[in-house]
């Protein structure tokens, strides 16, 4: 719970220092060298946020927790690579990494979709498994050729007990734009 709060104070102090620099534009005052923007830097560089890569943080009950190196190199095929990493759940077990997406070009930072969908190695999905230590990588891709560059969307990820499809771990809500 305290990990959950930190996290939501971190985004809402990046997003306050986000709408200062925005004024500061507007007011005719440099954006480049002011100290709300420079702040603005940081605090978005250590969520390690991006439109195009996202760093996704999964939390769960107690110590349990996640984390996704969400990335879209610049290539023609449009290939999304995630990197999850899994800590403290059950070992020696199977969980699977799920994500929901709201409508395309309605960004408000809610997420409210729950159209999830099992993600793996392009369309076929793919485990995630745990080692006697209830900790877990895998390297899983998907394919957004069909979508068109620059189109927007929330997001948020679930990872699941790939036995009894309970949800083990959570994110908040990322935007993200397709290159």
């Not at 005052?29 to 605090?43: E, F, R």
């Not at 349990?64 to 290539?75: E, L, V």
Request: net charge negative; hydrophobic share 40%; aromatic share 8%.
């Amino acid at each position: 719970m305290r990990k959950y709060i930190c996290a939501l104070a971190l985004l809402l102090t990046t997003i306050t220092l986000f709408l200062i620099s925005c004024q500061k534009a507007f007011n005719g005052a440099d954006p480049v060298n002011s100290a709300a923007t420079q702040l603005d830097k940081s605090a978005a560089a250590a969520i390690g946020e991006s439109s195009y890569n996202l760093e996704v943080v999964l939390q769960g009950d107690g110590n349990q927790s996640g984390h996704i190196h969400f990335r879209q190199d610049r290539d023609a095929a449009k290939i999304i690579t995630l990197s999850a990493k899994l800590h403290n759940l059950l070992p020696d077990h199977a969980y699977q990494l799920q994500r929901a997406v709201d409508p395309i070009n309605v960004v408000d930072g809610n997420c409210s979709s729950s159209n999830w969908l099992t993600l793996g190695l392009g369309l076929t999905p793919q485990s995630i498994f745990t080692n006697d230590k209830g900790d877990g990588e895998q390297e899983l891709w998907r394919d957004v050729t069909a979508v068109a560059s620059g189109a927007r969307f929330d997001i948020h990820f679930q990872i699941i007990d790939a036995s009894s499809k309970s949800v083990v771990l959570t994110s908040n809500c990322y935007q993200y734009t397709v290159r």
